[in-house]
């Protein structure tokens, strides 16, 4: 399997377990015939890795050279690359004994799946559970499977990356006759797919700096009430569209008019033109969550678009802020099982015990993010609950994300989240 080693502007450095590692340049062209997989899948691996690398350069990536892995390790600082493949090699003893290895993400997430999920399972089990604490990438998984080398059992993917490695035909199939019925019927329809059940439901939700707009006064209630800066005028920040899957897009559409059941298909020029007259009263676009939850820390905007949890976290700390619940937008993460690993039969019984009721009631406790099993509810102090966005409320007003028209793909080549991206690119330097 490929691991990503380090990105740095202009270049990215993966490491594989087979001969080779690559090289990627954007000063050189390449042979496409001389990569294995084609050159779409190198490209859309080296993309990923940027991307969780926002201000990385993007411009024509290109590869450079294949070299031995040898020379590779004399040349490199052989501690970091030992490194990163002692992280995604899989003992031998591993692949006999049945023992997984689980991606659990890393910091305080990291640590809720751990205490929620890894430990009850090996204590009802007795299946040794290895957990890694990083993410996982669609490249990644795809790699793997084309490889042969299947280094982890049981991973999350994002709503689009899932959808695309189904479709590439790089995951398992979900057995769900081996949950119980009670619980199944507790999981949110749209959580069940054949390839994969969501882990956890997070939601971009309006966020109000308490000063400028005080509960006793009126407020933006709607995504319409968000672009009336005449009424409620004050400072704005909003999600950057750069990656095309997250953006405002949802939420021009209903400042626009557009009814929920109305925005898939999304009309994209629709969008931009709803995003135009907002533009000048954004202060940024922020990129990440950290940047977001800065911003509203130091009171630097007045109303902002904002992941659940960071907004959380500040009222928490006792920020003036508060979160509005009205028109959230709903995304989920999977649980995936790579396809043809030497485990499969455990990973489904992880992914069946990671998605019970009183599991999911464990992580909300630990780590306040939506469990896609409604039953998980009864379980869970109401005080806990309404921090949720999959509170039952809340989920009257609002929007799940249409993964599948982002994945679609149009007679031009694009998917939607390509033209998205391309057409954002465009937009945000005019």
């Known amino acids: 399997m490929a691991y990503i080693l380090e990105v740095r502007p202009g270049a990215c450095i993966l490491l594989g ?52 892995r040898r020379r590779f390790m004399q040349t490199t600082s ?65 790699l793997m499977v084309k490889s042969g080398d299947i280094t982890l059992d049981v991973a999350t993917l994002g709503q689009g990356s899932a959808l695309t490695a189904a479709r ?84 021009a559409l209903l400042a626009d008019g557009v009814s929920v059941d109305q925005l898939y298909p999304m009309d994209i020029d629709r969008v931009f033109a709803s995003l135009d007259k907002i533009k000048p009263h954004i202060r940024k676009w922020w990129g990440t969550g950290s940047e977001i939850q800065q911003m509203l820390h130091d009171k630097v905007v007045d109303l902002a678009q904002s992941y659940d949890g960071r907004a959380l976290l500040l009222m928490d700390q006792g920020a003036p802020t508060d979160i509005n619940r009205n028109q959230a937008k709903l995304q989920w993460d999977y649980w995936v099982i790579p396809k043809g690993g030497p485990n499969v039969q455990n990973a489904q019984k992880f992914i069946e015990f990671a998605t019970r009721a009183d599991r999911q009631a464990a992580f909300a ?21 309404r921090k949720l966005p999959t509170y039952p409320d809340y989920m009257k007003s609002s929007v799940s994300v249409n993964g599948q028209w982002y994945n679609d793909i149009g007679p031009d080549g694009l998917s939607n989240t390509e033209r998205l991206t391309q057409r954002w690119n465009e937009w945000v330097l005019q």
């Open 365 to 385: 406790q630990l780590f306040p993010e939506g469990p896609s099993n409604r039953k998980a509810f009864k379980l869970i102090p109401d005080k806990v609950a």
């Open 78 to 142: 052989s501690a970091i690359a030992a490194g990163a493949l002692s992280s995604v090699r899989r003992p031998a003893s591993a692949q006999s004994s049945g023992e997984l290895r689980v991606t659990v993400g890393g910091g305080d997430w990291g640590k809720a799946n751990i205490e929620a999920y890894v430990k009850p399972f090996e204590a009802e089990t007795s299946v040794k559970v290895t957990p890694i604490t990083d993410d996982t990438n669609l490249g990644q998984i795809e």
């Open 168 to 251: 590439k035909g790089v995951l398992e199939k979900v057995d769900y006759s081996g949950f119980k019925k009670e619980e199944l019927d507790g999981i949110f329809e749209f959580a069940k797919q054949p390839f994969g059940i969501a882990a956890l439901i997070y939601s971009y939700n309006m966020v109000y700096n308490t000063e400028s707009f005080p509960a006793s006064k009126p407020r933006p209630i709607t995504w319409a009430d968000f672009w009336n800066v005449e009424k409620f005028p004050g400072v704005r920040t909003l999600v950057s569209g750069q990656y095309g899957s997250e953006g405002p897009w949802e939420e």
């Open 17 to 68: 377990n087979g001969p080779t590692a690559a090289l990627y340049n954007p000063a050189y062209d390449f042979n496409d015939e001389a990569l294995p997989y084609g050159i779409g899948f190198w490209v859309s691996l080296v993309e990923t890795a940027l991307q969780r690398h926002p201000g990385r350069s993007r411009k024509g990536i290109k590869m450079n050279l294949w070299i031995n």
